[in-house]
């Protein structure tokens, strides 16, 4: 079973077709006539210095937008940025199949609606401050950048699954303020919020309501450098949006979470408390699409139980669920991180996936049989030539 993302995939390159007047047309009926709607030039000002993207709240990446700046008419080059961000996503969007777009258009409307109503409490939460953020343990291992600096302060009590100290207890809390005063504004304003996936009936989206800049750096600056060396075989290295999330479990809220796989290359999920017990992950080797209900083995049993601060890092596709919070109350904060290089290329797979412990216990087999078979051959030709 496989869990959708509410935010929809980030778009190909556009690959428009030309006018020739050096203009992308998106609106020209073929009759000659450009109308007025939003195009590109085809030949970019290449001197023009485009605008950094990243503070912004986008539903598009803020590299693709500054790339594409120099290709706005002349007339726009100096115009407002969020006017810029505007007309470019705009184009971008017209990129995306029907359903898509509609989908990303009333995703954009609801997002505006919450970022325009709803009053942070804790600003400084949305911009990401590593000292006040991380423990220092995690911000040297992260600035040293080595395998043997991540190894330091990490193990890997089963094989495919990293856990670690990461965040400050100031922060936990003060993030735990922010969602609890969110969802105060959600029921008092009466507001119909869109729950993080199919599987939960309580938490928020983080990126719904102002958190995307902040999780662009968690993920670029601190989960990708993990990645690219645990998890390099599912495009570790590549990862380039994310689902970010927080779920609460307990009497009066979600209770347990049944056995899935979530849709990300690479999971993080941190615990940021509070009291509680059980709530216990239990993780049954990683899958791929063929080998999803398979049985597990005996060596892929293992159950990790959470304590607040610390975060388990593991790959989407490693089979897990979670135990009943039996009493108290448990916040997690998970941030599902995914590269549409990985999943371009896994289109074009033709080999078994290496990361799938399935795939590889089978190719196991036949290489066991295949290598009994010739023995047997061999000793069949002994045995009639003596
Ligand atoms: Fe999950
Ligand atoms: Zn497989």
Redesign the pocket.
């Known amino acids: 079973m496989s869990l959708q993302g509410s935010k929809y995939d980030r778009p190909e390159a556009p690959s428009p077709a030309t006018g020739g007047n050096g203009a992308v047309a998106a609106g020209n009926k073929g009759n000659g006539t450009v109308l007025s709607s939003p195009s590109l030039r085809l030949n970019p000002s290449q001197e023009h210095k485009p605008y950094d993207y990243e503070d912004m709240q986008l539903e598009f990446s803020a590299v693709l937008l500054s790339s594409l700046e120099k290709y706005l008419p002349h007339t726009m080059l100096r115009d407002p940025r969020d006017q810029k961000a505007k007309f470019m996503q705009d184009i971008l969007l017209k990129y995306l199949p029907p359903r898509e777009r509609n989908r990303a258009i009333k995703h954009r409307e609801y997002r505006q609606k919450i970022i325009s109503n709803y009053q942070p409490r804790n600003r400084e939460l949305y911009t990401l401050n590593p000292t006040a953020v991380f423990v220092p343990s995690f911000l040297k291992a992260i600035n040293d950048n080595t395998e043997q600096s991540f190894r330091n302060i990490l193990s890997e009590p089963s094989p495919g699954i990293f856990v670690f100290e990461m965040l400050q207890k100031d922060f936990c809390e003060s993030l735990l303020e922010e969602i609890e005063n969110f969802e105060n504004w959600v029921t008092e304003a009466k507001f119909r919020i869109m729950r993080p996936n199919t599987m939960n009936r309580y938490g928020a989206v983080l990126e719904d309501f102002g958190f995307e800049t902040m999780l662009d750096k968690l993920m670029e600056g601190f989960i990708r450098p993990l990645s690219r060396v645990f998890f390099a075989e599912v495009g570790g290295s590549t990862l380039d949006s994310h689902h970010g999330f927080v779920v609460e479990y307990g009497q009066d809220r979600d209770v347990d979470l049944g056995f899935h796989v979530d849709d990300s290359e690479v999971t993080l999920n941190v615990c940021l408390g509070k009291q509680f017990s059980g709530g216990e992950l239990f993780f049954r080797g990683t899958?791929?699409e063929?080998?999803v209900n398979t049985d597990t083995q005996s060596e892929e049993i293992f159950d990790y139980s959470h304590a607040p601060g610390q975060a388990v890092l593991h790959r989407g596709r490693h089979r897990h669920g979670a135990r009943a919070t039996t009493s108290g109350h448990r916040v997690n904060l998970l941030l599902w991180c995914r590269s549409s290089v990985f999943r371009e290329m896994k289109r074009y797979q033709t080999d078994?996936?290496s990361w799938?412990d399935?795939?590889n216990r089978e190719k196991k087999e036949r290489q066991r049989s295949s290598l009994a078979t010739r023995m047997d051959i061999f000793r069949k030709v002994g045995e009639s030539t003596t």
Do not use: V
Request: charged share 20%.
């Open positions: 899958r791929c063929n080998h078994f996936p799938c399935e795939c």
